[in-house]
């Protein structure tokens, strides 16, 4: 791709919204993995990755494994959070490494980088590489816990050496996470790769795994916490965690503890999903949110039912936004699905349609993904708040397909045959919307009434 059009793409990447951004990246990096479209994959990553990062200018970070600053920051990858959507305990910004990295090699600890870019030209990713990888990242540990914790008459100068305040904000715990890598290794050991059911059983296991003095800090128990959040096939799961150090799902027990932390995280976490369904909504992406919805339904569900939240509580209100949001969000999209269906299948007058009229097949499949769009709602629609709106919008529809469809196979058995291209149009859209909403056997049904009602009119035309 030549300069020009990399640069156009890369300015319109950067006007799309941070969630956006966030979705089309994990979207592409799963195609990667699985081999479709590397190339242009590769491309469109490279391009978000800059937009994310800040870091146009600046190519040192590189996908490398021999790479200084990447070998440094792996351990933080579990916590690396690539959006501008706000961070959580439990996440760092992607966008903080570079500016840090810029200042270890500045003042930090350009002896240390030095002596660990010697030690790289010598070692084998098995052996020594790893020794001085760990040495590297404890150095670099120590100079970052020192300047985001110096005395009071030189803190806020040193610090806005490192970078901007979001920088800033990710410095301590990014030198905490670094210098407790064994401990959250070893954590992550001892975890199964995937927790289905976070039951008693793997409650215990994972608390056990807990026992280590150095995660149950304040700074370190979110990363700790995250890490199991991770595994869950329910990652709202992790408050059972909380729940049991409590012993009580009384809100004002469960946020005494240093566990009441996961509560943060599980809220958090409903709220990002929850933003991205509201862009995908608001851009016409439809092909996640069956799984957002049930992310969505069955964190809300459980949060509900798993905890006595009071509703003028923080985490009350914060659960209450999270609900009342997706509601309007969806209540919004879902009312405006039956206009778009009428005005593709609203049946005209021979003398309003037009010669060469024809029927947009994009906003068929627009309209059949909203068609999709309002009948898994209607699987999630009573905890979300859109249980009316849903099942009266799905049964209008039914209702008006299924005599549109009619009425339209109807019309291909006579009228004008100027117009009778336009009607089989209109027909092939209603059987695409009765596949969605009656199914495969009642679309083919159609079909084939469809079929014959063409071949018996011109068969009746031939006759006479």
Same mark, same amino acid.
């Given at each position: 791709?030549?300069?020009?059009?990399?640069?156009?793409?890369?300015?319109?990447? $950067? @006007?799309?919204?941070?969630?956006? @951004?966030?979705?089309?990246?994990?979207?592409?990096?799963?195609?990667?993995?699985?081999?479709?479209?590397?190339?242009?994959?590769?491309?469109?990553?490279?391009?978000?990755?800059?937009?994310?990062?800040?870091?146009?200018? #600046?190519?040192?970070?590189?996908?490398?494994?021999?790479?200084?600053?990447?070998?440094?920051?792996?351990?933080?990858?579990?916590?690396?959070?690539?959006?501008?959507?706000?961070?959580?305990?439990?996440?760092?910004?992607?966008?903080?490494?570079?500016?840090?990295? @810029?200042?270890?090699?500045?003042?930090?600890?350009?002896?240390?980088?030095?002596?660990?870019?010697?030690?790289?030209?010598?070692?084998?990713?098995?052996?020594?590489?790893?020794?001085?990888?760990?040495?590297?990242?404890?150095?670099?540990?120590?100079?970052?816990?020192?300047?985001?914790?110096?005395?009071?008459?030189?803190?806020?100068?040193?610090?806005?050496?490192?970078?901007?305040?979001?920088?800033?904000?990710?410095?301590?715990?990014?030198?905490?996470?670094?210098?407790?890598?064994?401990?959250?290794?070893?954590?992550?050991?001892?975890? %199964?790769?995937?927790?289905?059911?976070?039951?008693?059983?793997?409650?215990?296991?994972?608390?056990?795994?807990?026992?280590? %003095?150095?995660?149950?800090?304040?700074?370190?128990?979110?990363?700790?916490?995250?890490?199991?959040?991770?595994?869950?096939?329910?990652?709202?799961?992790?408050?059972?965690?909380?729940?049991?150090?409590?012993?009580?799902?009384?809100?004002?027990?469960?946020?005494?503890?240093?566990?009441?932390?996961?509560?943060?995280?599980?809220? !958090?976490?409903?709220?990002?999903?929850?933003?991205?369904?509201?862009?995908?909504?608001?851009?016409? !992406?439809? #092909?996640?949110?069956?799984?957002?919805?049930?992310?969505? !339904?069955?964190?809300?569900?459980?949060?509900?039912?798993?905890?006595?939240?009071?509703?003028?509580?923080?985490?009350?209100?914060?659960?209450?936004?999270?609900?009342?949001?997706?509601?309007?969000?969806?209540?919004?999209?879902?009312?405006?699905?039956?206009?778009?269906?009428?005005?593709?299948?609203?049946?005209?007058?021979?003398?309003?349609?037009?010669?060469?009229?024809?029927?947009?097949?994009?906003?068929?499949?627009?309209?059949?993904?909203?068609?999709?769009?309002?009948?898994?709602?209607?699987?999630?629609?009573?905890?979300?708040?859109?249980?009316?709106?849903?099942?009266?919008?799905?049964?209008?529809?039914?209702?008006?397909?299924?005599?549109?469809?009619?009425?339209?196979?109807?019309?291909?058995?006579?009228? #004008?045959?100027?117009?009778? $291209?336009?009607?089989?149009? @209109?027909?092939?859209?209603?059987?695409?919307?009765?596949?969605?909403?009656?199914?495969?056997?009642?679309?083919?049904?159609?079909?084939?009434?469809?079929?014959?009602?063409?071949?018996?009119?011109?068969?009746?035309?031939?006759?006479?």
């Amino acid at each position: 791709m030549s300069q020009k059009s990399t640069e156009r793409l890369r300015d319109y990447l $950067a @006007q799309l919204p941070p969630q956006s @951004q966030a979705l089309l990246m994990r979207e592409l990096e799963r195609a990667v993995e699985r081999g479709d479209d590397v190339a242009v994959a590769n491309l469109v990553l490279e391009q978000l990755r800059k937009i994310v990062r800040g870091a146009e200018e #600046d190519e040192r970070i590189e996908p490398r494994s021999d790479d200084p600053a990447r070998l440094l920051f792996r351990p933080l990858e579990p916590f690396l959070a690539e959006t501008n959507f706000p961070t959580r305990p439990g996440q760092l910004r992607r966008a903080s490494l570079l500016p840090i990295w @810029q200042w270890l090699a500045r003042e930090g600890a350009p002896e240390a980088i030095s002596e660990f870019e010697a030690a790289l030209a010598a070692a084998t990713e098995s052996g020594p590489m790893e020794i001085a990888a760990r040495k590297f990242q404890l150095a670099a540990a120590e100079a970052i816990i020192k300047v985001a914790a110096p005395t009071q008459d030189d803190r806020q100068r040193a610090l806005s050496r490192v970078g901007p305040p979001s920088v800033v904000e990710d410095l301590l715990p990014i030198g905490l996470v670094l210098q407790a890598r064994e401990a959250l290794e070893t954590l992550g050991s001892r975890l %199964p790769s995937q927790i289905r059911v976070f039951a008693d059983s793997q409650i215990a296991s994972a608390m056990d795994a807990l026992k280590l %003095p150095s995660l149950q800090t304040p700074q370190l128990l979110p990363f700790a916490l995250s890490l199991i959040a991770q595994r869950l096939a329910a990652p709202w799961q992790i408050i059972r965690l909380a729940i049991k150090m409590a012993a009580s799902d009384d809100e004002l027990r469960v946020a005494a503890t240093p566990y009441g932390i996961a509560v943060t995280i599980a809220l !958090h976490d409903l709220s990002f999903v929850a933003a991205c369904l509201r862009t995908d909504i608001r851009r016409g !992406h439809f #092909d996640y949110v069956g799984e957002q919805l049930k992310t969505l !339904h069955d964190g809300v569900r459980g949060l509900r039912t798993e905890l006595d939240l009071r509703n003028d509580s923080t985490w009350g209100r914060q659960l209450t936004s999270v609900r009342a949001d997706t509601s309007n969000a969806l209540q919004s999209e879902i009312d405006s699905v039956p206009g778009r269906v009428r005005r593709i299948l609203r049946q005209r007058a021979d003398k309003d349609i037009t010669a060469g009229a024809k029927i947009d097949a994009s906003e068929v499949e627009d309209a059949a993904a909203l068609i999709d769009f309002v009948a898994v709602c209607r699987t999630y629609a009573s905890e979300l708040a859109i249980n009316e709106v849903t099942l009266r919008t799905f049964s209008d529809l039914q209702h008006y397909v299924e005599q549109s469809t009619e009425g339209l196979v109807q019309s291909l058995r006579g009228g #004008d045959a100027r117009v009778r $291209a336009f009607r089989q149009q @209109q027909v092939k859209a209603a059987i695409r919307f009765c596949e969605v909403l009656f199914g495969h056997d009642y679309a083919s049904l159609m079909n084939r009434a469809a079929e014959n009602a063409v071949t018996g009119e011109r068969k009746s035309s031939r006759a006479g």
